[in-house]
């Protein structure tokens, strides 16, 4: 483990070069400390700008983690994409030229890699990076401030698919910002306060990458947590709850709202508020005390003819209406409010089979 004053993230030490780190860590102290006073709370205790990087896959991940990693005084060396046409989106992010290919990144010397390809693109490009690493110069290895570190940024996949890294010398890990990023513009600004998942590999007893996840994660203002490697997949299911599905949500609730007379322009805007009050009230409540609705209420009538409408104008969203509702009734068992008797009607009412109708009610409204 590094000691409290100094992250396991820059070189080496010597000479003139010591003087010049040291006047430009004294300058970052500096900054850092405006930096946590502006956020009201202390992040880091000391900052390393000697950290050299570079970016393999700068699409919208890997430009956003290139931005904000600059932002905080790392030094972007190279960076590169899968197409000519992704490397130039990736320059008019970045600035300056993207390299051709992993030979040209490699011959910089980074200490740290960050891989932000596609998921299925991982294997192959871990394979390509290991064997260069393997071979790389001697002069582009003292060059380097200390063992290659190698980062991917997926959130299912297991730190082993390094393993050619590690083979070739490199300190690996899993690094997956619990965050959405659609562009760089707005990406960067998005890891201060995310939660990291970090994953260093079993096979490095050590801990040095999950220790070098750690002291980044702080240096771009994340919060990092440890996160175990068998657990990767299932924790990216959970990711995909928490925000993919929460998106297709919404995708359909504006097309049924749209169905229901909404103005097909201003639906969005006009159940925008329910959302955000929702979230709000999860925040402040947690996700149980939130519920509101007519599951919320036992109204099993209500219920009734949401089904009905559904099997009449939007027939394809029954089985997703059900499946939600069945698992709804978890936050109401948990809640204990409503009879366990109308809990179980509840239950069979979504159970039903979609051709045959549910029970029709003039009970309350939602
Ligand atoms: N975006 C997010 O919100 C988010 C959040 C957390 C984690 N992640 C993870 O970050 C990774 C990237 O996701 P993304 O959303 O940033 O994807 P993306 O926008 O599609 O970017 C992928 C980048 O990888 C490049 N690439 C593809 N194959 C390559 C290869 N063989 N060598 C070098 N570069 C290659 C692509 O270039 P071309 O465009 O030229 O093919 C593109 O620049 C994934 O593992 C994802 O799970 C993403």
Redesign the pocket.
Known sequence: MPGPDRLPLGGGSGGARDVTRRSIVERSRVWYLRAELEQGRHLITIADTSLGFAV?????????FALALRARGASLLGF????????A??EAWLGGHACD??AGLVSLAPRLFV?????Q??P??AA?LGARLATVAPTAAANRSGPPVVA??????SVDVLGPCMEAGATALAF???????DPAT?SGRFVGAAIAITHSASQADRAGADFGFALARLLGARPFLLPDHKRSLY?AA?AFACNYLVTLEHHAEALFVDSGLPREQALSLFLPLVRATLDNIADQGPVRALTGPLSRGDTGTVGRHLEALRADAPHLLGVYRVLGLATLELLRLRGEVDPPVVDELSSLLSASDETPGPRSDGPGA
């Open positions: 393999i896959g700068a699409g919208r991940l890997g430009a956003s590169t994409a899968g197409s000519s046409a992704g490397r989106r990736a290919g992993l891989i932000a390809v596609p998921d693109d991982l192959a490009v390509d991917h940024t997926s959130g299912a996949t997956h910002p619990l965050q959405t990023f659609s990406g990216h990711a």
